[in-house]
């Protein structure tokens, strides 16, 4: 997040805006996965001391109907001029409450992390 803007991707192929991040490797911790997402996706280089521990939620899959997605989530304050969209991603945006009613999200973040980020707004 950053001056109250929250970054959130859509992948090619979908309609759904999200956080960024993805499935872990094997062996991969949950910080170290989002690590290497976030650098395959938007080409950022962050340390496991860049990242504050969210929890662990559970919602419905925006892309996967049917199924469940466990995330470990985490924030981190990053420079939004160092971000761009590579990887499966065909586009970014920085977000504000506003923002909510009118862009379509997962569900991940509708029910748990954005009211993390603006928890009177969101909410």
Not at 37 to 59: I, N, Q
Request: hydrophobic letters at 45%; proline letters at 9%; glycine letters at 8%.
């Amino acid at each position: 997040m950053r001056r109250g803007r929250v970054l959130v991707v859509r992948k090619h192929g979908t309609t759904r805006f999200m956080q960024p991040g993805g499935k872990p490797e094997a062996g991969e911790s949950p910080a170290e996965t989002l690590i290497r997402e976030l650098h395959e996706e938007l080409g950022l280089e962050l340390a496991e001391t860049d990242l504050r521990p969210l929890g662990r939620f559970v919602s419905a899959a925006a892309n996967e109907p049917g199924h469940r997605v466990v995330a470990d989530a985490f924030s981190a304050s990053i420079d939004p001029d160092g971000v761009r969209v590579q990887a499966e991603l065909a586009e970014l945006r920085w977000i504000t409450p506003a923002d909510v009613a009118t862009l379509p999200l997962a569900p991940l973040s509708v029910e748990h992390l954005l009211p993390l980020a603006w928890p009177a707004a969101a909410r």
